[in-house]
């Protein structure tokens, strides 16, 4: 054999080397993208944020239900509170006098719940727009917009 042929062979082998490790590296991220372990969803946090002024201080979302706890942090009382979540079919409203004072939790401490909701399978992936519509001091009528993305229990 002539030295230029075993040149060759070598690069050959140098090649098919790396092709192989090359090949185990892409079945095992196949492997992992099929079990779902590389599944961003597994990755993202879970947020609830409705507007300036306006927190969300805690969520749960179930099946068929959607709790909030919101808290009016504008420096004015509100009436005619009013919060819808897509998915649902109902809202939830001020309860008492229908005013939600500044500082004040809408709905009491527990907050409020919206049922008869498709939120989707338990371990689901959620995510849905947070309408509060509000009527402040002035007699002026808003919307605020807001979402939640969180897993469904």
Known sequence: ?????????????????????????LVAIGALAYFGVLNPSNFLPSS????????????KITTTDAQ???RNGLGDDLTAAQVTVS????SAEASGDDAWNNGDVLGG???I?????TNGASG???????????????????NVTGEVTTKVE
Do not use: N
């Open 68 to 70: 909030l706890v919101l």
């Open 48 to 59: 609830c944020t409705v507007g300036p002024g306006i927190s969300c201080d805690d969520f």
């Open 124 to 142: 689901a992936r959620y995510k849905a727009d947070v309408v509060v519509a509000y009527t402040s001091s002035s007699g002026i009528s808003h």
């Open 109 to 111: 401490a527990d907050g």
């Open 87 to 90: 998915g649902c079919t109902g």
């Open 113 to 117: 719940t919206l049922t008869s909701c």
């Open 1 to 25: 054999m002539k030295s230029r042929d075993k040149k060759g062979q070598a690069a050959m082998e140098f090649i098919m080397t790396y092709g192989w490790a090359i090949l185990v590296v």
